[in-house]
Structure formats: structure tokens, C-alpha cells
């Protein structure tokens, strides 16, 4: 059980990050929810989390493209012995019409977050004596899709960061870990569809069949709770080994 332990996971109002809190809330954490947003029905949803699963649930605003307010973050939770980087946004276009901001907005949600949060992180988790890094990757972050530079870039990014803080704390009871999920039905999928129908031409329920699970052998999407279950795997003792490590749940989409 996860009894004690204290979870933070950023972006996690909405899809994977949602689904990983519900899993470790399951498992016994204490959970804090993270997005930039600010309103009522954020910090409703950790109320309700907490209530349903019998954990402490708290909800903290920042917005992971500012590296002050991811390290604020983790500072405002005041412990941190399982952190889950999640946060994450996603733009389709050929790289020479790649909009800056996009580009900006990608590598430091999706990358840079993730330098602040370990590095708040790895302090109070030495402190304690114990620590799960698990960083929410994607089969982006081991293979490439055209229309899509800025986040394979960023993900391949975080893998090479989670296979160095596992060098850096691996004579420490702490692992750091990356999943690389295939295609979850969430509202991030959901939103580029639109935008690959026009890149390829396509209808949008051809883009679904001929694209997306085009890429994933099984013709399945994976779930929010397979990949909760991977993290609340991570974090138990028979996973006490594995760290350095980029996890596929992507159907077979990286064995081709
Ligand atoms: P989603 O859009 O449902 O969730 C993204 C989360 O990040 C939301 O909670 C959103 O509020 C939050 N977020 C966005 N910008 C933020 C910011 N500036 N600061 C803080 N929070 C912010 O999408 P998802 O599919 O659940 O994606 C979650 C993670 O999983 C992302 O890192 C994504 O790259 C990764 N991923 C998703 C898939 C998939 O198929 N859905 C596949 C592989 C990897």
C-alpha cells in the first residue's frame, strides 16, 4: 500500500494525469492535483477524489510552461515522495510552419517542467528516504511521426532525463522511470484530429483508422487505468530495480 506516501502529479484535471492520480489514490496515496487553471470544479475534483478513495486530495494551480511555478509547485505541496510529470499539450504542422510559440509552449510544458519538478523534488525525497520519479513519456519519446517535431523532440528529451537522474540516484532508494504510452482516447488525442485530417487529407474517422491506430499493432487504444496501474507498479517494491527505464504501453507500436 501507498499509505503515507504523498503523490504529485502535474496536468492531472483532465486524462492520463487524472487516471495515474485515481490509481495511486486507489493504491493509498495522499494525492496533489496540478493544472493552470483556477477554478471551482478543480479543486471540487480533488474534494470528490479524496472522499471516494479515503486520501488526502489537494488541488495546487501552476502553470507548468513557467519553471518558477513548477518548482513552486512541488514547494507548496511541502512533500513529494512520488512525482508523476504528466503535464503535457501537443501541436500537428511541418516543422518550417511551426508556429515559435507552439514550438516554446511544447518543450516547456512537455520538457523543461519536468527539470524544475525533479529538481525540487529530489531534496525531499532524499530527505525521506525514499522516492518514485515517473515521468509520462510517450512511444513519441522512442519513435518519430512527421507533423509533430516540437513533442518528439520534447519526449525523446525526457527520456535521455530520466535515464540520467536514474545514473544520478541509483545508490538511492529512488528510481525515476518513463512510461511511453501509444494512443489513450483523452481530450489531447480528441483535438489533433481535426488538424491531421488537414495535413493528410483525410476524413476525420479515416485519420482514427488510417493514422492513429495505424501505429498501433493491437488496433486498441490503451486506457487511463492500464496506465495508472503501471505507475502504481512502479511505485511497489517489486519495481524496486527497474529505474533508467522507458515503459511501452502502446499495443506494439514500438516493437516494429
Ligand atoms: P489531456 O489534454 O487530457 O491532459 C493534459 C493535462 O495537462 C491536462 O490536465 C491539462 O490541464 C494539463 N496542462 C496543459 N498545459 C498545462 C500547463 N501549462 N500547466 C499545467 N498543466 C497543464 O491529455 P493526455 O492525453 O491525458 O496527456 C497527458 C500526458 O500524456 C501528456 O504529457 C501527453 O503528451 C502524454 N501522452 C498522451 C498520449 C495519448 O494518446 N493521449 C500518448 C502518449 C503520451
Known sequence: SLAGKTAIITGSNSGIGLGVARALAGAGADVVLNSFTDREEDHKLAEDLGREFGVKARYIQADMSKGDQARALVEKAGVCDILVNNAGIQHVAPIDEFPVDKWDAIIAINLNSSFHTIAAALPMMRKAGWGRIINIASAHGLRASPFKSAYVSAKHGIVGMIKTVALETAREPITANAICPGYVLTPLVEAQIPDTAK??????????????????????????????????????????????????????????
Open 199 to 256: 495535413e493528410y487529407k483525410m476524413s476525420e474517422e479515416e485519420v482514427v483508422e488510417k493514422v492513429i491506430l495505424a501505429k498501433q499493432p493491437s488496433k486498441e487504444f490503451a486506457t487511463v487505468e492500464q496506465i495508472g496501474g503501471l505507475a502504481v507498479f512502479l511505485c511497489s517494491d517489486a519495481a524496486e530495480q527497474i529505474t533508467g527505464q522507458p515503459i511501452a504501453v502502446d499495443g506494439g507500436w514500438t516493437a516494429a
